[in-house]
């Protein structure tokens, strides 16, 4: 069975803050796929990363970066300089093979002026 | 365009009656999803299909029902043995053999 563990509920930060959501994963398959979505007030979920299990290289993609380390199980996600628009909740998932998503309980981030 | 439509966007229901819940897409996806979403939670599995005429039970299938007679819709009926079934539901689907989910922008339902 698949699990994704986001530890942190919510996270308060003060616009331009730099700030990481943590995202830890369990499988006992070695092809799997990562996710993160954001999920602002409207509902609707916006795709943001999938990276599979044999690309660990980092990925930076404006303000956005993610670290994959499988040594840890882990799929990191850093905004930097934050702004009021990233706040959101913000959902890790996990895919096996090409069957349905296990999402995270996700982190909740309230980006203040 | 293309896309997930999901109908409507707010559903009241009273309890004890059965609601259907509309998902469509134009994407030509063989495989459909359904997911619920509680303050907390995050989202959850209920159903899937992955073609047309068939479909499997998620985490939590439990008074709900779906059928999948068309490869663009894929309803969801939530009874009334469904003892909380005020939620935030969504939609989404994928290409079969794919990573590449779409999702909908959801249904809130409330029962009072």
């Known amino acids: 069975a698949q699990k994704v563990t986001q530890a942190q509920t919510e996270i308060s930060v003060v616009e331009k803050e730099d700030v990481t959501l943590d995202c830890v994963y369990e499988?006992?398959?070695?092809?799997?796929?990562l996710f993160w979505y954001k999920q602002p007030p409207s509902g609707e979920l916006v795709f943001l990363i999938r990276?599979?299990?044999?690309?660990?290289q980092n990925e930076i993609s404006g303000r956005y970066s993610w670290n994959f380390q499988k040594s840890t199980s882990s799929f990191n996600f850093t905004i930097t300089a934050s702004q009021v628009v990233d706040s959101a909740v913000y959902f890790c998932?996990?895919?096996?093979?090409?069957?349905?998503?296990?999402f995270g309980k996700g982190t909740m981030l309230l980006v203040s002026p | 365009d293309g896309g997930i439509t999901q109908s409507p966007k707010y559903l009241f229901r009273k309890e004890g009656q059965n609601v259907t819940l509309s998902c469509e897409q134009n994407?030509?996806?063989?495989?459909m999803y359904w997911y619920r979403q509680d303050p907390g939670q995050g989202l959850r599995l209920i159903y899937y299909?992955?073609?047309?005429?068939?479909?499997q039970k998620g985490d939590i299938a439990e008074g709900y029902s779906v059928s999948r007679e068309k490869k663009e819709s894929f309803p969801l009926t939530v009874t009334s043995a469904q003892k909380n079934p005020t939620a935030f539901y969504l939609c989404?689907?994928?290409?079969?053999?794919?990573?590449?989910?779409?999702f909908g922008s959801g249904t809130r339902l409330t029962v009072v």
């Open positions: 989404a689907s994928s290409p079969t053999g794919s990573q590449g989910y779409t």
């Open positions: 998932a996990l895919s096996v093979g090409y069957s349905t998503l296990t």
């Open positions: 990276r599979n299990s044999f690309d660990e």
């Open positions: 299909s992955q073609i047309v005429n068939d479909f």
């Open positions: 499988t006992r398959d070695t092809t799997y796929y």
């Open positions: 994407l030509n996806h063989d495989a």
